[in-house]
């Protein structure tokens, strides 16, 4: 008879849908349980950032008495309380996800697709950190908040302008560190003997600056990700004086924390619940970064057989 952990992982591997990605190829043939749990939390969290506003109908603006908000675990309808406005706290922060969470994985793809990859060639190419640093450094020292101000006094305060700023400090914070840390790496002997040998971008960028970067690119990753949340938090919050019914998440917390006395648990289950889906999204991000070097070090794996033949 076979033991359970053993019939558990014959389990996984059958039923994960990413256990033949590398097979025959790396050493990963599966996710752990842990990671599978990761990427199901991740999936809820996008279904409800896309189909959110689908699923969940708030009810009209209307001020309702303190008194009569509803406390929590009073109602199954009414879990976590009600806000000001007598909508239910669930329902607005599912709701946020679609505001926040949809928002900062889309900032964080055009991070990892776009704006990588241009550091990259741009650091291969010009290799003159001085220059760059003198244009970016004064524009990392301002949050995306300043920024935030900045084009809400001009254009409104919509989720457009808070995903814009955000994005401009994301998107300069990124570009500056991976920029400075190409141009740190062509600097060393062994980038210079490969171009001596007549090596291309290309053949730089795969047998050197991704192996040696690969790390540090995606913990700028995963830091972005948490800046982009953290601030659209913060947006929430202040935004609280000129739209008081939106649904971000820092709006969710700060009526969780306003009216504590009627929903005491709120606001430390909303909290946990935004702190479960960041780590799961950190978790999914080191599955993608073991997978990257896995492929790396198959293809030179690969390159090393070729030569031997």
Not at 117 to 127: D, E, K, S, T
């Amino acid at each position: 008879m076979k033991p359970i952990s053993k019939i558990w992982d014959n389990l996984v591997k059958k039923l994960n849908p990413l256990s033949y990605l590398g097979q025959g190829q790396t050493n990963r043939k599966t996710i752990t349980f842990h990671e599978l749990v990761c990427f199901i939390i991740i999936f809820i969290a996008l279904f409800y950032s896309f189909f959110g506003e689908f699923l969940i109908h708030l009810p009209l603006q209307k001020e309702i008495i303190p008194e009569q908000v509803v406390a929590p675990f009073e109602s199954y309808a009414h879990l976590l309380g009600t806000d000001v406005y007598g909508r239910d706290l669930l329902d607005v922060f599912l709701l946020g996800i679609h505001k926040n969470y949809l928002v900062a994985i889309i900032i964080v793809l055009i991070d990892a697709f776009l704006v990588v990859p241009l550091a990259l060639f741009l650091g291969f190419y010009f290799r003159k950190e001085g220059l760059l640093q003198s244009l970016t450094a004064p524009l990392t020292i301002f949050v995306s908040l300043f920024y935030y101000f900045v084009f809400s006094a001009l254009f409104g305060p919509t989720l457009f302008i808070a995903a814009l700023a955000v994005c401009l400090h994301i998107f300069i914070y990124t570009f500056s560190r991976v920029y400075r840390d190409v141009v740190q790496v062509m600097d060393t002997k062994m980038v210079h003997y490969f171009l001596l040998d007549g090596a291309n971008f290309r053949q730089i960028l795969r047998l050197v600056l991704l192996p040696t970067l690969i790390g540090k690119i995606f913990r700028l990753l995963r830091r972005a990700l948490l800046l982009v949340v953290t601030e659209l938090i913060l947006i929430g919050v202040l935004q609280l004086g000129v739209s008081p019914t939106s649904v971000y998440w820092g709006n969710v917390m700060y009526q969780a924390w306003k009216y504590q006395a009627h929903a005491p648990y709120a606001l430390l289950i909303i909290t946990s619940l935004i702190s479960v889906i960041l780590y799961a999204s950190f978790v999914i991000f080191e599955v993608g970064e073991n997978f990257v070097r896995e492929r790396i070090e198959f293809n030179r794996y690969r390159q090393k057989q070729k030569v031997s033949w």
